[in-house]
């Protein structure tokens, strides 16, 4: 297995515009976990998915942010319209189980908002 | 609500010394523990865990970890590093309470510097 696969690895856009980040976990995988990654807080849980379905959304810093599983190989974070305050890596990770988390995490996605 | 402090934000070591990264967890429950670390420019990949039985927990890499309950630790050692283990390490917990074990609370990280 490829492990988890992210996209883009680096993506600089201007305050406004709307970014999307792609995840694919790994396969056989049913939970799904958004991360940022930044200096001053550390790694935050955004969004937890199981079995497709949101379960956890309570990390989601507002309404500018949305996240969407339409299947078990597929996600994507949105941010619309982006601020320079969303600079940050952003890490998909997958699990087979929501218990005992073994996480393995993607190489991340760096946001630069201008 | 889980916390956990790693106490040390960096530590600076030469080739071939021990090393231990200390963390401390705040949780009423039951938890499961967690050592992750992360090279350059990648995503964190686990390096060992505690879920139950024996508290000395063996990773991967030489790298190895106790439990201690009674001073809510999860200490991470190696007896001796190499300039390859050079990177960011982070403890987290995920308590077992309220449905909400799938839930890992990371600490903030130490950057383990290993100088020739």
């Known amino acids: 297995d490829a492990g988890v696969i992210q996209s883009p690895r680096h993506e600089v856009t201007e305050m406004g515009q709307e970014v999307t980040l792609r995840c694919k976990p790994i396969?056989?995988?049913?939970?799904l976990f958004w991360y940022r990654q930044t200096m001053m807080r550390g790694l935050e849980l955004l969004i937890y998915f199981n079995n497709n379905v949101p379960i956890d959304d309570s990390g989601m810093p507002e309404d500018r942010f949305s996240a969407k599983m339409p299947n078990a190989s597929f996600s994507t974070l949105k941010i619309q319209p982006s601020e320079p305050r969303d600079s940050a890596v952003y890490f998909c990770a997958s699990s087979f189980a929501a218990g005992a988390n073994v996480l393995t995490f993607g190489a991340g996605s760096r946001l630069t908002v201008l | 609500a889980q916390s956990v402090t790693q106490l040390d934000s960096q530590v600076p070591v030469f080739e071939e010394a021990p090393v231990e990264l200390r963390c401390n967890y705040s949780s009423s429950v039951s938890v499961y523990l967690f050592w992750y670390v992360q090279y350059p420019n990648q995503g964190l990949q686990l390096l060992l865990k505690y879920l139950s039985g024996s508290t000395l927990v063996k990773g991967i890499n030489g790298f190895e970890a106790e439990f201690n309950k009674s001073q809510t630790s999860f200490h991470l050692r190696k007896p001796s590093v190499h300039i390859s283990d050079t990177a960011e390490y982070f403890c987290a917990v995920s308590d077992l309470s309220g449905g909400s074990n799938y839930k890992l609370t990371f600490g903030k990280g130490t950057l383990l510097t290993v100088n020739p």
């Open positions: 396969s056989g995988h049913n939970s």
